[in-house]
């Protein structure tokens, strides 16, 4: 059982990603609808997988993957930035931050399951 936790301020786009994602056996999910709730779930429970927004209106994705990658225990964390921001530089500023992967929506649901297969069998191996 992998644990994904998806972060969104969107309950619309947080659905859709769960959605996509139930193909996958094995996933468990559990949502976050701001930067600041996601950083206090990950303080509290383990994760393998973080699906993240870019834009939410307290603390941004791109904090938020910074915390991430600030703490030993979650220094592994794979992370996909899931955001309308398809321009370079929030591409370049995610993945210099840490982000394992960068999407813009909308995407398709084989996208996102393929890169979510991709991070997870390679954490496993």
Same mark, same amino acid.
């Given at each position: ?39 206090? $779930? ?14 939410? #209106? =307290?603390?941004?994705?791109? @904090? *938020? ?27 370049? $500023? ?14 398709? #649901? =084989?996208?996102?399951?393929? @890169? *979510? ?9």
């Amino acid at each position: 059982m992998a644990d994904v936790l998806v972060v969104d301020d969107s309950k619309v786009m947080r659905d859709m990603v769960v959605a996509c994602l139930r193909p996958y056996p094995g996933l468990s999910f559990t949502h976050a609808s701001s930067g600041l709730e996601a950083i206090e $779930r990950l303080s509290l429970q383990p994760y393998d997988l973080l699906v993240l927004d870019l834009n939410m #209106p =307290d603390i941004g994705g791109i @904090e *938020v993957v910074e915390f991430v990658r600030g703490q030993d225990r979650l220094r592994e964390l794979p992370i996909i930035i899931v955001t309308t921001r398809g321009d370079e530089a929030s591409r370049t $500023r995610a993945l210099a931050a840490g982000a394992s992967r960068f999407m813009t929506k909308p995407f398709t #649901p =084989d996208a996102i399951l393929s @890169e *979510v297969r991709g991070l997870l069998e390679g954490r496993r191996a």
